[in-house]
């Protein structure tokens, strides 16, 4: 198949740090050339890929002047593939939200969008009715909830290469956290329980300066020695080691987002996760196994020390069955597949009823 991918402009692909997006694009693009599909990335000019890139923006639009339309920029950006190169492709694959909603909805070639963000806020609601009809993927179950009668295809997890992260079969003596530096979604929790479970607490994040840190956030909380230890932004081979030598992931993101790369990545490791119930991580746990999907924080505390008896092996098998870069391939091309041969049938359908429409047309007779 002659596939595009048009990807998040934020940020260039794939991004380092916990952006699920981008991160998952870049896996499922290298699988798809792995596979032999012709896939054309089009992305920003410092994106690294075996696919064809085509570039839609020299950087990345985190990274242009504040005075930049950003919103113009990405508009034209997207133009590019959905009016002037449709018809290279056999399906356009957008990861760039409800941005390319308007051209997706004109595109004569199929398209399929997969959403990461929340979509539970009140907004949204008229934006989907618009454009109802597009073919959408989810991350999580729960993140398409508040949508529901939109046009979900599938609900697909983010996966991660198999070979690309270490089993550990030890489990470690700290607490990893990956996400954003705010108290306020997730950090404070996590500090929390970490405090009355009387276990380190290890924290990636996309900050790598505590001159940049959110407000809400005492600087003294992250400085080792007072049970916390900022790690900063990490590399992948950073990131391994330190989801391999966890105890546990904790996500306490209990929010419909599509935060569910992590768990992906953990139980790569062979390491549990313990969730809040709301977000994609709590869907992703089977309970007593993988981990624990909780509705509290005292229930987090509660459950952390039966997870040094969980099976990591486990683990790692539900990895390869369900959260693996193969399956969520397998998943994407079936797809990709019956959107295209739907398309097909539907312009035979259009064209037949059109040969009718011509051939039963007769010339008027008057009669007197």
């Given at each position: ?248 992931l904790v996500c306490t993101q209990g929010w419909p987002d599509a935060s569910g790369l992590c768990v992906a990545e953990a139980l790569a490791c062979g390491t549990p996760v313990v969730a809040l119930h709301g977000g994609a991580a709590g869907e992703m746990i089977y309970d007593h196994v993988t981990g624990f999907a909780c509705d509290s924080l005292d229930e987090m505390v509660h459950v952390l020390p039966l997870v040094r008896d969980l099976d990591r092996k486990a683990c790692r098998n539900v990895f390869e069955k369900r959260f693996s870069v193969e399956r969520m391939a397998d998943l994407y091309v079936h797809l990709y597949e019956r959107l295209i041969a739907s398309a097909a049938s539907h312009r035979r359908f259009s064209a037949s ?16």
């Amino acid at each position: 198949m002659k596939i595009a991918q048009i990807a998040p402009l934020w940020k260039n692909v794939p991004s380092r740090g916990p952006s699920d997006g981008e991160r998952a694009l870049s896996y499922l693009t290298e699988e798809l050339v792995r596979r032999g599909h012709e896939v054309t990335l089009c992305a920003s000019a410092d994106s690294r890929t075996s696919a064809t890139l085509e570039v839609l923006c020299s950087t990345p639009l985190d990274r242009t002047p504040e005075n930049w339309s950003r919103a113009g920029a990405a508009i034209l950006a997207v133009e590019q593939v959905f009016g002037a190169r449709a018809d290279e492709f056999d399906l356009i694959h957008s990861h760039c939200g409800i941005d390319g909603f308007p051209m997706a909805q004109r595109c004569p070639t199929p398209t399929l969008t997969t959403l990461y963000d929340r979509l539970d806020l009140p907004e949204y609601v008229p934006v989907f009715k618009q454009f109802r009809d597009l073919p959408l993927v989810a991350t999580s179950d729960t993140q398409r909830a508040p949508l529901a009668w939109a046009s979900w295809q599938q609900t697909i997890y983010p996966g991660v290469p198999s070979e690309l992260y270490r089993f550990n079969p030890r489990p470690g003596k700290y607490l990893a956290f990956i996400g954003n530096l705010s108290m306020g979604k997730g950090l404070g929790m996590a500090i929390e329980i970490a405090r009355r479970a009387h276990l380190p607490l290890r924290v990636a994040s996309r900050q790598n300066s505590i001159d940049r840190l959110p407000l809400s956030i005492p600087s003294k909380l992250l400085v080792a020695g007072n049970g916390v230890e900022w790690l900063g932004e990490l590399t992948e081979p950073a990131k391994i080691s330190f989801l391999g030598g966890a105890l546990a992931l904790v996500c306490t993101q209990g929010w419909p987002d599509a935060s569910g790369l992590c768990v992906a990545e953990a139980l790569a490791c062979g390491t549990p996760v313990v969730a809040l119930h709301g977000g994609a991580a709590g869907e992703m746990i089977y309970d007593h196994v993988t981990g624990f999907a909780c509705d509290s924080l005292d229930e987090m505390v509660h459950v952390l020390p039966l997870v040094r008896d969980l099976d990591r092996k486990a683990c790692r098998n539900v990895f390869e069955k369900r959260f693996s870069v193969e399956r969520m391939a397998d998943l994407y091309v079936h797809l990709y597949e019956r959107l295209i041969a739907s398309a097909a049938s539907h312009r035979r359908f259009s064209a037949s009823f059109a040969q009718v429409a011509r051939t039963d047309r007769r010339p008027m007779v008057v009669t007197n």
